[in-house]
């Protein structure tokens, strides 16, 4: 397996543009993650998805942000709109179900770095 | 709630070193689990352990867990350049044992 998969990479845009990342997440795993990493606030759960419903998002900062999970290999957080504070590298983690235990090891995409200019 | 904070922020030793690495939690976990992140690269998982185990091992690390004081440790011997990386412990509470993770120790091995 690939392991997760992030798109873009990089992106860099104008405060006021619409962003929109994208997550293919491992094969066969019901669960799935949106963090925000910044130095000065460490790694942030935005929100998470089980079965593509999404559970919890309690994370997500405001109204501009959304997230969708249209089907199991596939989601997108998008901003809209962007602001310089939105600044950081977005990751995208998957999971599955072990037994009893709704989730366990996640498996990290290698992350969006995000700019805000 | 944070459930992981690992102390020291920052770490710097020579390799052949031991790195040890603490973190504590504040309600009662399912499991706690170790990861490591290099430089500009998502985390990768190290090694779980469950709140009913004390201690675990994987290669040079070895992990505790001392669920009276709320806290782990994580120790990875003889040290290498490559083990320069940020390290992190995520605590599982509740029935969806979904880990919190911790602002990270940052650990730096000279050659």
């Known amino acids: 397996d690939a392991g997760v998969i992030q798109s873009p990479r990089h992106e860099v845009t104008e405060m006021g543009q619409e962003v929109t990342l994208r997550c293919k997440p491992i094969s066969g795993h019901d669960y799935l993650f949106w963090y925000r990493q910044t130095m000065m606030r460490g790694l942030e759960l935005l929100i998470y998805f089980n079965n593509n419903v999404p559970i919890d998002d309690s994370g997500m900062p405001e109204d501009r942000f959304s997230a969708k999970m249209p089907n199991a290999s596939f989601s997108t957080l998008k901003i809209q709109p962007s602001e310089p504070r939105d600044s950081a590298v977005y990751f995208c983690a998957s999971s599955s179900t072990v037994g009893f235990r709704s989730a366990d090891t996640q498996y990290f995409g290698p992350g969006t770095r995000l700019t805000v200019l | ?111």
């Open chain 2, 1 to 111: 709630s944070q459930q992981g904070e690992e102390d020291p922020q920052a770490l710097s030793i020579q390799e052949g070193e031991n790195a040890t690495m603490n973190c504590s939690y504040k309600t009662s976990i399912n499991n706690l689990q170790w990861y490591r992140q290099n430089s500009g690269r998502g985390l990768v998982h190290l090694i779980l352990i469950r709140s009913n185990e004390r201690e675990k091992h994987s290669g040079r690390l070895r992990v505790t867990l001392d669920t009276s004081k709320k806290s782990s440790s994580l120790l990875i011997t003889a040290s290498r350049a490559a083990d320069t990386a940020s390290y992190f412990c995520a605590g599982a509470s509740g029935g969806s044992y979904i880990p919190t993770f911790g602002r990270g120790t940052s650990l730096i091995v000279h050659p």
